[in-house]
């Protein structure tokens, strides 16, 4: 069979035909075709956020990763410091490239079943005057908690210290608001909620603080100051750009657009997490999250208490039947995750959750209550 199965992953993820057809042509990096394609682009990721006039849009070749170091090699100085809130991997994934990258760092550790609490970074900064900007995850995709975005900007607006979000699995489809919300960067990448390919991310960053930050980057190619003085002034990008992948995140952002942007999205993942929920449930699964800390990106299951039941198994059988599940990125318990976000509706999750059920029955598994 030459039909696709359903990616219930975080990225990359299930895109439209008309995303991919956007990518079966060439396209000259120099050209002012590309160069309108990526004006276009940056425009129109500036506007989720409502960042037209505050922000510029600097986008960078590569995953998601790439960005978030090329945000925190930009944004902070050398001699800055930086405190990570950290509950979940991707948390740990930023403290891990700051301290690499030379900044001084301190990571503070929260439960992974709990949100990072805005009281406890008050007294953090309270107690540390050195720390001068806070790096923060939107939704810590290693679990799918929803860390509370405005309370902490609030917090680091008072103390005046610059934030720097990773909202990779987040931007599009949770609100960020950049005339509410004060941040210095907020990252993203194509291949997540605005259901482009994977193959580069993207930073929003405050107009004055970007101005400030030349020789902030000891990477060339990690240098978003550079990328953007460089963009600005030829409309092009620094070092080869990935056209194809650009060229289907402006397919994708047409769409977004059409599909009714922001509010749509949510409300359609959303959907897709009820779905979900409630047809995992059905089987006896049990979510790691409660539902108040619970984003409509990614749910985290843990694993079936039966002593038949094996992940690797259990993704085959999936698999077979045209799903894509993802493992856990818990080092404690035993779980799996399924993603909510991609171009799929309630009718795919409900088709996907029917899999699991007869996956579960190939494998011997009675149901998917966990042992707690
Ligand atoms: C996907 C993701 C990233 C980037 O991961 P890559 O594998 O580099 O694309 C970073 N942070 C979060 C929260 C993510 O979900």
């Not at 975080?10 to 004006?39: C, E, H, I, V, Y």
């Not at 989720?48 to 070749?61: E, K, N, R």
């Not at 100085?77 to 301290?99: E, F, M, Q, S, W």
Request: glycine letters at 8%; one cysteine or more.
């Amino acid at each position: 069979m030459d039909r696709d199965a359903f990616l219930l992953t975080p990225g990359p993820l299930t895109t439209t035909l008309r995303t991919k057809l956007a990518m079966l042509r060439d396209w000259g990096s120099w050209d002012s075709d590309f160069n309108n394609l990526t004006a276009f682009v940056r425009e129109h990721l500036l506007a989720i956020v409502h960042g037209q006039g505050s922000h510029v849009v600097v986008p960078l070749q590569g995953s998601g990763t790439f960005s978030v170091e090329a945000a925190v090699a930009t944004v902070v100085p050398r001699d800055g410091h930086i405190l990570v809130l950290d509950n979940g991997a991707y948390c740990k994934r930023l403290g891990k490239l700051a301290t690499l990258m030379g900044r001084r760092t301190t990571i503070t550790s929260h439960a992974e079943d709990a949100a990072v609490s805005a009281d406890e970074l008050e007294a953090r900064l309270r107690a540390d005057p050195s720390i001068t900007h806070v790096g923060l995850i939107h939704c810590e995709t290693g679990t799918g908690v929803l860390n509370p975005l405005q309370a902490i900007a609030d917090v680091c607006e008072r103390h005046g210290k610059g934030l720097i979000v990773d909202a990779m699995s987040s931007f599009g489809a949770l609100p960020i608001d950049a005339r509410r919300v004060k941040f210095d960067a907020v990252i993203a990448a194509s291949g997540k909620c605005l259901e482009g390919v994977p193959g580069m991310g993207f930073v929003v960053i405050r107009r004055a603080v970007l101005d400030g930050c030349a020789g902030n980057s000891q990477s060339l190619a990690m240098d978003l100051h550079d990328q953007y003085v460089y963009m600005e002034k030829t409309g092009q990008w620094r070092f080869t750009p990935p056209t194809h992948v650009l060229a289907a995140l402006a397919e994708a952002v047409k769409q977004y657009d059409e599909q009714g942007g922001q509010p749509a999205r949510l409300a359609r993942y959303t959907d897709n997490c009820q779905a979900l929920l409630t047809g995992m449930s059905e089987l006896g699964f049990q979510p790691f999250l409660r539902p108040e800390l619970q984003a409509p990106i990614i749910v985290t299951f843990h694993a079936p208490a039966d002593p038949r039941y094996d992940f690797r198994a259990f993704y085959q059988a999936a698999k077979a039947r045209g799903f894509l599940l993802y493992p856990g990125k818990l080092t404690q318990i035993e779980t799996f995750r399924v993603g909510c976000i991609g171009a799929i509706t309630r009718r795919e999750i409900e088709q996907a959750v029917f899999a699991v059920a007869t996956s579960l029955r190939e494998l011997g598994v009675s149901n998917g209550a966990p042992a707690l």
